[in-house]
């Protein structure tokens, strides 16, 4: 089974690291200045600025 790459408000963050905002089950919505924030691991995600989003890892090149 995979890792979740989507959470919810008040989930705890499985790794430490940056995370954005996402649109409505999809990661290609176009969303103006998402919110980001760093979490470090068992942090709890903050509320969305939209009840449906949600928190998606940003990718680190």
Do not use: C
Not at 6 to 19: M, T
Not at 35 to 43: I, M, R
């Amino acid at each position: 089974m995979g890792e979740r790459t989507e959470f919810n408000p008040g989930d705890k963050a499985p790794n430490n690291g940056e995370y954005m905002e996402v649109g409505e089950d999809s990661f290609h919505m176009n969303i103006e200045n998402p919110q980001h924030v760093t979490l470090e691991k068992g942090e709890k995600f903050p509320q969305t600025t939209n009840e449906d989003r949600k928190w998606k890892k940003v990718k680190q090149f």
